[in-house]
C-alpha cells in the first residue's frame, strides 16, 4: 500500500473524528472533561478487540491509555462507564448515522469494489432486529450491504420490519449505488422501490410473494409451464461438501408483454425462477423463488446475485450476533442502542477491510476468523495501529 493512500486514509480517520466534535453537546463545560471524539474514538477501539459493555469499555480506556493517546489527547486519562454511558445517551443517532455514511462513500471511493462478472457489484439490502435493544419501540435498522467487499455501506432506523418499504429509499438517497445491482427480499418488492433504484442509475432484482397481488401467482404459473420453460434461459450449479449437496436451476426470460400492469414497474425486463435442491443426510429439500429484475435475461448473472444476496444473513446480521453478540446485548435507552449499533458496524467494518490485506500462507489458506483477530488485534497495538490505517 503506497504512502500517499495511508496519509489520505489517516486524514479520513482524523476528519471522521472531528466530524464528531463538531456535533452539539449540550453538556455543560465543567463536565467536559474528554471530547466526543475521544469518547466514540475509545469505544470503537474497544469494539474491534472484543470488549463490548460499559465496563469493559472502561477497562479498555485504562489498559490501552498510551495507545490510545496516539491518535487523542486524552489529557485527563481515559474516562469512566457512567462518562462514556451518558454521552452515548444523548448523542443523536442520526448524526452518526450519516457520519458512517459519509466514511463509506470514502472509503469504496479509494478502493472500488465491483464482482468478478460484468463488473457489477451486487448490494444486498435488508433489515436486522436488535433483539436486546428494549423500550417501547424495537431497534430495527435496515443495512445496505456489499456482498463482493462484505462492507456495509449504511443503515436506516425503522420502528419494526414493516417499516422498511418506508426506510428503503431513504436508505437508497443516502447511498452511491450507480452501477450496480440492488437485491431486496420480498418487503421491499415495491413500484416505488423500483423506481428509486433506477433513478439512482442502478438495477434491481426483487424477491415476489403475496404482497405484489397477482404477480407471484401469474410468474409462478409461467415457469410452470412446460411450454413456456423450455423457451427460458437456464443454468444450473452444484455444491458440494460437509455432507450437504446443493443444487441450483436459474430460470429468466424477456417474455413479460403478457404481465398485467407491467408498465407501471420502470426499467421492469425479466422474471427468474430459483429452484433450490439440497439434499443433507440423504435427505432432499426442494425450494422454488421467484423475482422481477431490470436486467435482461441472464441465468448465470442473476443466479450470482441470487446467492450474494444471502451474504447479508450470513456475513452481516450472523455475525453481529454471534461473533458481536449484539442480540445480548441488554440496551434500555434506544439511543445508547443505536449508537452502539453503528459503531459496531464501523468495527466490523474496519475489521474485515483488515483481515483483507493480511497474508495467508498459501492461495487456498482460509482468512484468520474475526473472532480469532479481534483477540490479536487487543494483544498487538502495532497490528492495531495498521488496522486503523488499512481501514480509514
Not at 113 to 118: A, V
Not at 151 to 156: A, D, M, S, V
Not at 297 to 308: F, G, I, M, Q, Y
Amino acid at each position: 500500500m503506497s504512502e500517499d493512500i495511508l496519509i489520505e486514509r489517516e486524514e479520513v480517520l482524523n476528519s471522521l473524528l472531528e466530524e464528531i466534535g463538531k456535533q452539539k453537546d449540550p453538556r455543560i463545560n465543567r463536565c467536559k472533561r474528554f471530547s466526543l471524539g475521544e469518547i466514540f474514538f475509545l469505544v470503537l477501539n474497544a469494539q474491534i478487540c472484543g470488549y463490548e459493555t460499559f465496563r469493559e469499555y472502561e477497562a479498555y480506556g485504562q489498559l490501552k491509555l498510551s495507545f490510545l493517546k496516539r491518535f487523542l489527547p486524552y489529557k485527563k486519562g481515559s474516562p469512566s462507564r457512567s462518562t462514556i454511558a451518558r454521552v452515548l445517551a444523548f448523542f443523536d443517532p442520526k448524526h452518526l448515522e450519516k457520519l458512517f455514511i459519509e466514511w463509506m462513500k470514502k472509503i469504496v471511493s479509494l478502493e472500488a469494489t465491483k464482482t468478478l462478472e460484468n463488473d457489477q457489484g451486487v448490494v444486498a439490502i435488508d433489515g436486522k432486529t436488535h433483539c436486546g435493544a428494549r423500550g417501547e419501540e424495537k431497534l430495527h435498522l435496515v443495512s445496505a450491504f456489499d456482498t463482493n467487499s462484505g462492507l456495509i455501506l449504511g443503515e436506516e432506523k425503522v420502528q419494526d420490519k414493516s417499516n422498511e418499504i418506508t426506510a428503503i429509499p431513504l436508505l437508497l438517497d443516502s447511498l452511491a449505488v450507480q452501477g450496480n445491482l440492488i437485491s431486496i427480499d420480498a418487503m421491499g418488492c415495491q413500484i416505488a422501490i423500483a423506481e428509486k433504484i433506477i433513478s439512482k442509475g442502478a438495477d434491481y432484482l426483487l424477491a415476489l410473494k403475496g404482497n405484489q397481488g397477482l404477480l407471484l401467482e401469474d410468474v409462478r404459473d409461467y415457469f410452470e409451464s412446460k411450454d413456456c420453460l423450455k423457451n427460458c434461459d437456464v443454468v444450473t450449479r452444484v455444491d458440494k461438501g460437509h455432507g450437504r449437496i446443493e443444487k441450483r436451476t436459474c430460470y429468466t426470460t424477456n417474455d413479460i408483454n403478457w404481465i398485467d400492469k407491467k408498465s407501471d414497474w420502470i426499467g421492469f425486463k425479466s422474471i427468474v425462477m430459483v429452484i433450490a435442491e439440497r439434499t443433507i443426510n440423504g435427505k432432499l429439500t426442494v425450494e422454488k423463488r421467484f423475482y422481477i429484475s431490470s436486467v435482461k435475461s441472464d441465468p448465470v448473472r442473476l443466479l450470482l446475485a441470487t446467492r450474494a444476496h444471502w451474504g447479508i444473513e450470513n456475513s452481516l446480521h450472523w455475525v453481529l450476533d454471534v461473533i458481536f453478540g449484539e442480540d445480548n446485548r441488554i440496551i434500555w435507552n434506544q439511543n445508547i442502542a443505536q449508537n452502539e449499533s453503528i459503531i459496531r458496524r464501523i468495527a466490523l467494518n474496519l475489521l474485515k477491510k483488515y483481515r483483507l490485506t493480511m497474508p495467508t500462507k498459501s492461495a487456498k489458506s482460509e482468512k484468520i476468523a474475526l473472532k480469532t483477530l479481534r483477540k490479536i488485534l487487543s494483544h498487538d497495538d502495532e497490528k492495531m495501529f495498521k488496522l486503523l490505517q488499512a481501514g480509514f
